[in-house]
C-alpha cells in the first residue's frame, strides 16, 4: 500500500488533508501516521462531539489544535478527494 506525505489543517467544522496541490477530506475513524517531533506515528483520527483528537497507537489520546498544521502519511486508497 503506497504511503503519501502531506499536512493536516482545520477548515474550522472540519480537518482536510493537502497533498500537494489537491485537497482531501479527512473523516472519523481515519487511519494514518501523525509526526511528533521527529517521528512519525500510527493513529486514527476521532470526533467528540465539535473536537476532533487522534489516539496513537491505540494508547495516547489528545485534541487536535485548529490552528496547528500537521504532518501526516496516509495510504492512497484511505484519501477521500474534496470535490
Known sequence: ???RCGIM???IQTWKIWIGQQKYDAYE???LKIKI???YY???L???????FVTIE???TF???IFEVYKVQIASVDLNPNV
Open 1 to 3: 500500500m503506497r504511503q
Open 9 to 11: 489543517v482545520s477548515d
Open 29 to 31: 475513524g481515519m487511519v
Open 37 to 39: 517531533q521527529n517521528r
Open 42 to 44: 500510527q493513529a486514527c
Open 46 to 52: 476521532g470526533k467528540d462531539q465539535h473536537e476532533w
Open 58 to 60: 491505540h494508547d495516547v
Open 63 to 65: 485534541n487536535l489544535r
